[in-house]
């Protein structure tokens, strides 16, 4: 995972608060039962994590950003958040479930990843995720590497997501004893609040793992031009959408 600055918890929960709402899906694929022991693996804010714990599961969110899980514990005091970086899981106990909404595009080493989250889990274990897969911010990628062009920045920009394909991740997790059971590719345009603010929000939030390393006056410009040259394809009416493309993956620890 590439250096990551320090995550403003307050800008997420008030600007970005699709990321949670928006998960659903993976939600109700996840199916959590009273009883169960469930990881949230990339918990953020808690949100999610507290949907799990009202199924009546036992629920343990982590994540790496400090920033994040104190304020998760600020909101719900009740439930068991601890910093862990997904690269280092290290923990004794095993889990019925492995939970992770849109955090596994942050990792580049997937494989060291999954071979953890196997290891945490109990045979029969469930492991569903949903995050950037292939395509995903497509428009804002194109941008980026036209922004590092236009401001003539020395070598190529970096690449701060993993965006895999179906088969590719699939076969990760095969090989590492989790058996696929189900998998979908899907387009998800998802809407910005904060009207003409919403992308400099977006790029505020999460576009330092891009811009982070340029000086102030060249990251401001940066920024400039990206929202210039992704305005024909992602501003309409007022509004922000951006081009998001979620993989949403399920499997069973065999
Ligand atoms: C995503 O949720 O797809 C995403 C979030 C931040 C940066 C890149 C992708």
Request: contains cysteine; aromatic residues 10%.
């Amino acid at each position: 995972m590439p250096d990551q600055p320090k995550w403003n918890s307050q800008l997420y929960d008030d600007k970005h608060s699709f990321v949670w709402k928006l998960a659903a899906g993976v939600l109700e694929l996840l199916e959590p039962k009273p009883g169960e022991h469930i990881l949230d693996l990339g918990c953020g804010t808690g949100h999610l994590t507290s949907k799990i714990a009202e199924a009546g599961a036992h629920v343990f969110g982590v994540d790496r950003s400090p920033e994040m899980i104190a304020q998760a514990r600020e909101q719900y005091p009740t439930l068991r958040f601890e910093v862990m970086d997904a690269l280092d899981l290290t923990l004794e106990e095993t889990f019925d479930a492995v939970f992770s909404n849109a955090t596994l595009h942050w990792i580049h080493e997937p494989e060291r990843v999954i071979t953890a989250i196997a290891k945490l889990l109990k045979p029969g274990g469930r492991f569903v995720a949903e995050f950037g897969g292939k395509g995903n911010t497509n428009e804002l990628l194109k941008a980026i590497h036209r922004a590092w062009r236009n401001l003539a920045l020395p070598g190529a920009p970096p690449r701060p997501w993993y965006y895999p394909t179906i088969p590719e991740y699939s076969g990760l997790l095969e090989k590492h004893g989790i058996e696929v059971t189900y998998a979908i590719l899907f387009d998800r345009p998802t809407p910005l609040d904060d009207g003409e603010r919403g992308l400099r929000n977006w790029l505020d939030m999460f576009g330092a793992a891009f811009s982070g390393s340029l000086p102030d006056p060249v990251r401001e410009q940066f920024k400039e031009v990206i929202e210039r040259e992704l305005r024909p394809a992602l501003y309409n009416n007022g509004h922000w959408t951006m081009d998001y493309r979620r993989l949403r993956i399920s499997g069973k620890r065999v």
